[in-house]
């Protein structure tokens, strides 16, 4: 059980990450600026980080996880709402991995700001394996509150339960909000 003295430094972070968030895609929307050939940008992000994760035992390739550098998710929030796009594309793939997805979905989360929410719901269809809607739920966290508690409160209640319980997780330790019924 994490501590209550932890979980209050966890959230102050998290509430850090998010007023940063919020402060650079204020200072992005007031220099907008078109990036040109934004699908291959973003696709050439996602390629670095998923080739640190590969390896091979033998004649058996093998992917591990490895989260983005903070050179990359610097990159992606300079391409900006340009990158939501080719993020998307990610999820809309059946030929995608779970990891590529995650990948996207936490890219996207990076982005924040209310345009990323249409992906995120996406990324939160009951056909998507769970760690991508959990990372889907993660990602909900730089969005809005207002949109962003809706649909937490709708994963409460996915047949998954750890998507379930990481819609509790978000809503009572986060939000600090009563269990949904």
């Known amino acids: 059980m994490i501590s209550h003295k932890f979980a209050l430094i966890v959230r102050r972070i998290v509430l850090s990450g998010i007023i940063f968030l919020q402060i650079a895609s204020v200072a992005q929307s007031t220099s907008a600026q078109q990036v ?30 490895v989260p983005p550098s903070s050179q990359e998710i610097q990159r992606i929030k300079d391409i900006g709402h340009d990158a939501i796009a080719p993020l998307s594309k990610v999820l809309e793939s059946p030929t995608r991995r779970s990891f590529q997805q995650t990948l996207a979905v936490k890219l996207l989360g990076e982005i924040g700001g209310a345009d990323i929410i249409p992906p995120l719901e996406q990324a939160l269809q009951h056909d998507k394996p769970n760690s991508v809607r959990i990372a889907a739920l993660v990602a909900l966290l ?21 998507v379930a319980q990481r819609a509790k997780d978000l809503l009572t330790d986060y939000y600090h909000l009563p269990v949904p019924q």
């Open 36 to 65: 040109p050939n934004a699908d291959a940008t973003v696709a050439a992000i996602m390629d670095e980080i998923l080739k640190r994760g590969e390896g091979q035992v033998g004649d058996i390739k093998t992917y591990t996880w």
């Open 142 to 162: 730089n969005v809005p509150d207002e949109a962003a508690l809706p649909i937490i409160r709708n994963a409460f209640h996915d047949s998954d339960a750890a």
